[in-house]
């Protein structure tokens, strides 16, 4: 009986109002704790930004002291890296001065467009090495570098962006990095990366935003935007970056420099952010940007070493092959101004146009071509990089403050799948393009089984889904056997530099680049040519069908005229040295012809 009474007194605790209050004091405290997760985030990205402005401050007070001036500065950053390279080999510049001007330089630089993430406090005391070595120079004796902000460089954060990553210096150099202090170089700053790198815009909540020195109100290009930014505007002679999705090449066309994305693991990668390294369809290479092709040249030389094949035994060792840069048999080259999916806009069909007339007056032979489905390439690359849901981005952004650039994206992902699904229909009705909404639902995890708390592929599924790629790949080699091309020119990417915070609206552009990620073919972006007047009255003739299309053709209207275009060249795999070679070829032909 009592028995009945004891229970009776604990149902009635179960009614209406004390359940209400149990579950708004639950909600109330979820709230708080989500609250203090956010401030704690917020006050940890602040101490760090903090921490690397003064890091900023004090080396610029530093060179202030010893007596660099802007004239000096401007004398030897105007230099060519060939230039540079015979002065510093012959003992006409040290490398102290050298770096210090190039500090000063990128210091005055970053103030204007935010790019370098932090100053590498060691680069003096390096150059200072470098002068009192005896002996064999290295063949990039006392050369500065900036390096891209997800190498790891001993003592330093590798953060992507992510606060997570704040408050843990790695102990070790990335091998690149390694390479280049054997080889003579000088690591001097780090470049700003967006947060995640997997946007091509450059922005996060530690370093904030990085502008494009050709036009302040545009974004450089991602993720290598800091890079891009900082060499273009003269504070960098040569940069190191990665890229997975066109993270070198985009920012070589939106800031009109040059940059090289080699076969995946021609250049060592290790020591680099390990935010992808799980997923292994779609590697992330390791290139380098700099201001001509010469820069380029210059870099693969130098890494191409046995002290990189020992450091990482993962490298082919295939040094730097100077017959083929070298070579002067003509070439069959296929050229393309579309893709067959996002046409790209009449500024990037005349660059084409024009790296094509210059190819031809050098003996080569140009055929027009067209890519493999490129509709067909997106979808594969896009089910690639999402193939776990998303969720190793969610982890690694746990608790984090989602930037402007990628905050649709995450909460995207947060959202349950048939939600997901929804809106990839709707997406793809609205906006007349089946790719815009298989967007959505390749990256939040759409069309996964559910095992624990995610979503995700079976491996039979994620096993088919490689032959799919292998079966993509064997298609393009077929078409390049068939046409007996050698490598193909097309255009750098869909359009120019964009503006700030219009990456969803002009995401569609990236399949002129994730194309050679997913083949993993070298390629190399460099400038040709410039948006004029009429280009932007050609763009009456653009299409105006597709959600794309229409935010392309707003954005080309909207202020573009002078911006960069560049055009890619590519070869088969492990062929960097004939891609070299193509650019140095319309380099050449460009001189004194900047229309």
Known sequence: MNRFKELEIDL??????????????????????????????????????????????????????KGITKEKAERITRL????????LQSGELSAVEVCECYQAVALEVDRKLNCVVEPIWEAEEMALERDQKTGKKGPLHGMPVSIKENYYIKGYDCTAGMQRCIGDPVSEDAVVVKVLKRQGAVPFVRTNVPQTMMTFECSNPI??????????????????????????????????????????????????????????????????????????????ASGMLSRDVDGVTMAMRALLCQYMFDLDPTVPPIPFREEIYQDKKPLRIGYYLDDGYIPSVPSMHRAVEKAKSILESQGHKLIPMQPVDARRMFRLFLDTVGADGTKTYL????????????????????????????????MSAI??????????????????????????????EYWNHALDIEDYKDDT?????????????????????????????????????????????????????????????????????????KNIKKMMLGGTVGLPCGVQCVALPYQEELVIRLMKEVEQGLNGDNS
């Open 12 to 65: 009635y605790w179960f009614n209406g109002r004390n359940v209400s209050v149990a579950f708004l004091c639950l909600v109330t405290l979820k709230t708080s704790h989500a609250v203090y997760k956010y401030y704690r985030a917020k006050s940890k990205v602040k101490v760090k930004r903090e921490e690397c402005l003064a890091a900023c401050r004090k080396m610029a007070e530093h060179l202030t002291q």
């Open 207 to 284: 370093y904030g935003r990085t502008l494009n020195p050709q036009d302040t109100n545009r974004g450089p290009g991602g993720s290598s935007g800091g890079e891009g930014a900082l060499i273009a505007a003269g504070g960098s002679i040569l940069g190191i970056g990665t890229d997975i999705g066109g993270s070198i090449r985009i920012p070589a066309n939106m800031c009109g420099i040059c940059g090289l994305k080699p076969t995946a693991g021609r250049i060592s990668g290790a020591g680099t952010h390990k935010l992808t390294k799980g997923q292994t369809l779609v590697k992330s």
């Open 80 to 87: 060519s890296i060939t230039e540079l390279e015979q002065k």
């Open 431 to 460: 906006s007349r393009d089946e790719i815009a909404g298989y967007m959505v639902k390749a990256l939040s995890g759409f069309n996964r089984i559910f095992i624990g708390d995610s979503f995700c592929r079976t491996v039979y």
């Open 477 to 549: 080699l077929a078409l390049w056997r068939s046409l007996g091309i050698d490598a193909v020119i097309c255009p750098g990417f869909a359009f120019p530099a964009i503006p700030h915070n219009t990456f969803g609206d002009l995401v569609g552009g990236c399949v002129y680049s994730t194309m050679y990620n997913l083949l993993n073919y070298p390629a190399g972006v460099l400038p040709v040519t410039k948006v004029t007047e009429q280009d932007i009255k050609d763009m009456a003739n653009y299409p105006n069908k597709t959600k794309f299309e």
């Open 395 to 426: 982890t690694c952004m746990k608790d984090d403050i989602y930037d402007s650039t990628v905050r649709q994206f995450f909460y995207t992902s947060h959202l349950p799948g048939v939600l997901k699904k929804m809106i990839g229909w709707i």
